[in-house]
């Protein structure tokens, strides 16, 4: 399996998980499901371990598809940037989440910690829809900005002539 494949292939896993953690996170506040929390920091955990081999094998899918017709080098750049943030983001939403699993057994620490990890989820989950959308735009030229509009302004401009 070379990079791209690989990259491809695990994309979507720390996006899914860190939506589903958050949704599951802010689940538990209401609750108050000990158990439900253990489950979502592990979770969360595995959202902070998959997005590492897919940063990884970011640059690699970077060289084989940024010559290719349409791909456009800003957006690549763009979508580096903001998974960089990402990955950084869910790593330390995931060795938090390690910790509280860890120091569950006192009582103030999981109630501190617990606020932490769902502040950190939150921010990894809307780094990573964010990155996952940027990265979706460098081959589907038709969900970048403006593209939309300027395919309705072609069709019209057909339909006028």
Known sequence: MNSVQM??????????????????????????SSALVKTTY?????AGVAAIPVFLSGEGTE???????????????????LAQLAMISVAIAGGLAMIGLFLYKFAL??????VFILLLALTSA???????????QIRH????????????????D????
């Open 7 to 32: 990259h491809l292939a695990l994309t979507h896993v720390p996006v899914i998980l860190s939506l589903v953690a958050l949704v599951m996170l802010i689940t538990t506040f209401l609750t108050k």
């Open 109 to 114: 620490v999981a109630r501190l910690s617990k």
């Open 158 to 161: 057909k339909n006028d002539d």
């Open 63 to 81: 060289e084989a598809v940024e010559h290719l017709p349409g791909v456009s080098e800003s957006v690549i750049q763009r979508h580096e940037e």
């Open 42 to 46: 592990v979770i969360i955990l595995l």
């Open 126 to 136: 809307i780094l990573m829809a964010q990155t996952a959308h940027l990265g979706g």
């Open 141 to 156: 030229t038709e969900i970048r900005n403006g593209v939309a509009a300027q395919n309705a302004n072609e069709i019209r």
